[in-house]
């Protein structure tokens, strides 16, 4: 079975940081695009930062100042660092995998492997 499993979610007050992991399973992370998405009640899912499939062009697309997004090939992980948070930053954060693995972030009915997504609250 071909998934992705999203950890590192949870409350953080105002200022602070929290790291996302997203694991392949079944999935070789290097050869797909991969993406975060928040999804807050009401609103569509939006990506925050993407990265391409792993090659010498490999690149990132961080859509929030505070955010960054990398590989860990040897972990076949992607994170998401994010700095600053604030309390827009609450909502539901899932990790995307695409085939075609081309640079930029993408609607979500471009990707083909979804985690279940974790929580992140940003609140005093």
């Known amino acids: 079975q071909r998934d992705l499993v999203e950890s590192g979610g949870g409350l953080v007050q105002p200022g602070g940081s929290l790291r996302l992991s997203c694991v392949g399973s079944?999935?070789?992370?290097?050869?797909?695009?991969i993406a975060w998405f928040r999804q807050v009640p009401g609103k569509a899912r939006e990506a925050v930062s993407c990265i391409s499939k792993s090659n010498r062009d490999t690149t990132m697309e961080n859509r929030e100042a505070r955010f960054t997004i990398s590989r860990d090939s040897a972990k076949n992980t992607v994170y998401l660092q994010m700095n600053s948070l604030q309390p827009e930053g609450t909502g539901i954060y899932s990790c995307?995998?695409?085939?075609?693995?081309?640079?930029?972030?993408?609607?979500?009915?471009?990707?083909?492997?979804w985690g279940q997504g974790t929580q992140v609250t940003v609140s005093s």
């Open positions: 079944g999935l070789a992370l290097d050869y797909y695009g």
């Open positions: 995307a995998g695409d085939r075609k693995g081309e640079q930029g972030c993408y609607p979500a009915s471009w990707y083909d492997y």
